[in-house]
Protein backbone atom coordinates (compact mmCIF):
# COMPACT_ATOMS: atom_id res chain seq x y z
CA UNK A 1 0.00 0.00 0.00
CA UNK A 2 2.62 2.61 0.58
CA UNK A 3 4.42 1.88 -2.42
CA UNK A 4 1.64 2.52 -4.26
CA UNK A 5 0.83 6.00 -2.50
CA UNK A 6 4.62 6.79 -3.03
CA UNK A 7 4.03 6.17 -6.97
CA UNK A 8 1.09 8.00 -6.94
CA UNK A 9 2.74 11.17 -5.11
CA UNK A 10 5.76 10.87 -7.17
CA UNK A 11 3.16 11.21 -10.42
CA UNK A 12 1.60 13.69 -9.41
CA UNK A 13 4.43 15.76 -8.62
CA UNK A 14 6.16 15.14 -11.56
CA UNK A 15 2.82 15.66 -13.64
CA UNK A 16 3.03 18.89 -11.99
CA UNK A 17 6.42 19.63 -12.40
CA UNK A 18 6.01 18.93 -16.31
CA UNK A 19 2.71 21.42 -15.96
CA UNK A 20 5.17 24.10 -14.78
CA UNK A 21 2.94 24.86 -11.50
CA UNK A 22 5.58 24.10 -9.29
CA UNK A 23 8.50 25.29 -10.72
CA UNK A 24 7.96 28.59 -9.80
CA UNK A 25 7.51 27.93 -5.81
CA UNK A 26 10.76 26.24 -6.36
CA UNK A 27 12.79 28.75 -8.04
CA UNK A 28 12.64 30.26 -4.55
CA UNK A 29 13.85 27.77 -2.10
CA UNK A 30 17.95 28.60 -3.38
CA UNK A 31 19.33 31.89 -2.04
CA UNK A 32 19.61 32.66 -5.70
CA UNK A 33 15.93 32.46 -6.12
CA UNK A 34 14.66 34.75 -3.28
CA UNK A 35 17.63 37.17 -4.11
CA UNK A 36 15.35 36.78 -7.98
CA UNK A 37 12.24 37.08 -6.56
CA UNK A 38 12.98 39.90 -3.94
CA UNK A 39 14.24 41.94 -7.61
CA UNK A 40 10.88 40.91 -9.07
CA UNK A 41 9.41 42.34 -6.60
CA UNK A 42 10.67 45.79 -5.83
CA UNK A 43 10.71 46.26 -10.16
CA UNK A 44 6.69 45.93 -9.82
CA UNK A 45 6.69 47.95 -6.68
CA UNK A 46 8.26 50.68 -8.39
CA UNK A 47 6.51 50.24 -11.53
CA UNK A 48 3.05 50.43 -9.26
CA UNK A 49 4.43 53.94 -7.89
CA UNK A 50 5.03 55.61 -11.16
CA UNK A 51 1.83 54.21 -12.23
CA UNK A 52 -0.13 55.45 -8.91
CA UNK A 53 1.63 58.79 -9.61
CA UNK A 54 0.41 59.36 -12.83
CA UNK A 55 -3.35 58.36 -12.43
CA UNK A 56 -2.88 54.93 -14.07
CA UNK A 57 -5.07 52.92 -12.23
CA UNK A 58 -5.43 49.51 -14.00
CA UNK A 59 -1.29 49.60 -14.56
CA UNK A 60 -1.12 50.35 -10.83
CA UNK A 61 -3.60 47.70 -9.94
CA UNK A 62 -1.82 45.08 -12.09
CA UNK A 63 1.63 46.30 -10.84
CA UNK A 64 0.51 45.87 -7.06
CA UNK A 65 -0.60 42.64 -7.80
CA UNK A 66 2.67 41.06 -9.01
CA UNK A 67 4.39 42.24 -6.18
CA UNK A 68 1.85 40.22 -4.21
CA UNK A 69 2.72 37.17 -6.09
CA UNK A 70 6.61 37.51 -6.27
CA UNK A 71 6.43 38.17 -2.25
CA UNK A 72 5.08 35.07 -1.56
CA UNK A 73 7.56 33.07 -3.26
CA UNK A 74 10.38 34.68 -0.89
CA UNK A 75 10.96 31.95 1.43
CA UNK A 76 13.01 31.46 4.67
CA UNK A 77 14.37 34.96 6.48
CA UNK A 78 15.57 36.75 3.56
CA UNK A 79 13.26 39.81 4.78
CA UNK A 80 11.69 39.48 7.70
CA UNK A 81 9.52 41.71 9.35
CA UNK A 82 10.01 44.23 7.02
CA UNK A 83 8.49 42.39 4.25
CA UNK A 84 5.40 42.08 5.73
CA UNK A 85 5.33 45.66 6.54
CA UNK A 86 5.78 45.66 2.57
CA UNK A 87 2.67 43.67 2.12
CA UNK A 88 0.50 45.03 4.25
CA UNK A 89 1.85 48.28 2.68
CA UNK A 90 1.16 46.86 -0.88
CA UNK A 91 -2.29 45.80 0.50
CA UNK A 92 -3.11 49.12 1.68
CA UNK A 93 -2.00 50.71 -1.54
CA UNK A 94 -4.17 48.18 -3.37
CA UNK A 95 -7.95 48.98 -1.50
CA UNK A 96 -6.84 53.03 -2.26
CA UNK A 97 -6.45 52.46 -5.78
CA UNK A 98 -9.77 50.40 -5.79
CA UNK A 99 -11.49 53.56 -4.12
CA UNK A 100 -9.86 55.56 -7.41
CA UNK A 101 -7.51 57.14 -4.23
CA UNK A 102 -4.23 56.92 -6.50
CA UNK A 103 -2.80 59.53 -4.66
CA UNK A 104 -2.95 57.83 -1.24
CA UNK A 105 -1.78 54.74 -2.70
CA UNK A 106 1.77 56.50 -4.15
CA UNK A 107 1.80 57.56 -0.72
CA UNK A 108 1.82 54.48 1.31
CA UNK A 109 3.77 53.00 -1.48
CA UNK A 110 6.81 55.05 -1.19
CA UNK A 111 8.04 53.87 1.91
CA UNK A 112 7.22 50.15 1.01
CA UNK A 113 9.83 50.88 -2.16
CA UNK A 114 12.43 52.19 -0.02
CA UNK A 115 11.86 49.37 1.98
CA UNK A 116 12.20 46.68 -0.75
CA UNK A 117 14.95 48.02 -2.00
CA UNK A 118 16.95 48.37 1.06
CA UNK A 119 15.92 44.19 1.27
CA UNK A 120 16.92 43.93 -2.24
CA UNK A 121 20.39 45.42 -0.83
CA UNK A 122 20.90 43.18 1.71
CA UNK A 123 20.24 40.11 -0.45
CA UNK A 124 22.20 40.91 -2.74
CA UNK A 125 25.41 41.26 -0.25
CA UNK A 126 24.70 37.75 1.48
Known amino acids: MNKMINKMGVALVTGMLAMGTVSVSF ?20 AALEHAKAGHKPETLDSLKQVRQYTKEITGD ?7 KVNQAVKAAANAAEANDLAKAAELLTPAVASLEEIKKNAANK
Open 27 to 46: AAESAHGVVEFIGKSYDSAK
Open 78 to 84: AAGMKLQ
